[in-house]
T-cell receptor, first 116, second 116 residues
Framework: AQKVTQAQTEISVVEKEDVTLDCVYE???????LFWYKQPPSGELVFLIR??????QNEISGRYSWNFQKSTSSFNFTITASQVVDSAVYFC?????????????FGPGTRLSVLP | ETGVTQTPRHLVMGMTNKKSLKCEQH?????MYWYKQSAKKPLELMFV???????ENNSVPSRFSPECPNSSHLFLHLHTLQPEDSALYLC???????????????FGPGTRLTVL
């Protein structure tokens, strides 16, 4: 069965620090998709990135970067030079390709607080 | 309007009331979802509609009744709710493929429901 673990429940950092949010997943499929979402205090989940299981290249988008390692079943998310506006709950999610009707499985989320 | 919209944003209702939550997506997607997010609990998938047909109902109590008149609109009808139903209700949509693979889900801002 699918499973997503985000071991860090809450993280606090001071502005301008780098922070890494961990995500470990379990799946039996060879083809699957990984996602990160941000949920600011307003409540809306904002899509950040989707990565398929065949693309292990790391990705950088501004201050955000993602490290996908199939060998350790991890898809970690790093924010460089964090800002107060980065304060939110971040969710990692997994979607398998093979099973019809198989939905997203969300991790429990990591609450990030960036202090000024 | 763009993206996924939800109304109302906040709702307070008594246990004997009947109310409805509305979701509309402007993305041309064919799948829509209802999620429940309670405090300190993972996101719970409630219902999935694909091309207006309900494809999943994750053991949701009958006091929650979904309706999907077309691919752009999704409703959640509420009646005789309990205080423990108080939560953030999130709607999402995705462009699901014929294979059934769950594509990226885009979320609305949510309706924060309080049941007195």
């Amino acid at each position: 069965a699918q499973k997503v673990t985000q071991a860090q429940t809450e993280i606090s950092v001071v502005e301008k620090e780098d922070v890494t949010l961990d995500c470990v997943y379990e799946t039996r499929d060879t083809t699957y998709y990984l996602f990160w979402y941000k949920q600011p205090p307003s409540g809306e989940l904002v899509f950040l990135i989707r990565r398929n299981s065949f693309d292990e290249q790391n990705e950088i988008s501004g201050r955000y970067s993602w490290n996908f390692q199939k060998s350790t079943s991890s898809f970690n998310f790093t924010i460089t030079a964090s800002q107060v506006v980065d304060s939110a709950v971040y969710f990692c999610a997994l979607s398998e390709a093979s099973n019809y009707g198989q939905n997203f499985v969300f991790g429990p989320g990591t609450r990030l607080s960036v202090l000024p | 309007e763009t993206g996924v919209t939800q109304t109302p944003r906040h709702l307070v209702m008594g246990m004997t009331n009947k109310k409805s939550l509305k979701c509309e997506q402007h993305l041309g997607h064919n799948a829509m979802y209802w999620y429940k997010q309670s405090a300190k609990k993972p996101l719970e998938l409630m219902f999935v509609y694909n091309f207006k047909e309900q494809t999943e109902n994750n053991s949701v109590p009958s006091r929650f009744s979904p309706e999907c008149p077309n691919s752009s609109h999704l409703f959640l009808h509420l009646h005789t709710l309990q205080p423990e139903d108080s939560a953030l209700y999130l709607c999402a949509s995705s462009q699901d493929r014929a294979s059934g693979r769950r594509d990226t889900q885009y979320f609305g801002p949510g309706t924060r429901l309080t049941v007195l």
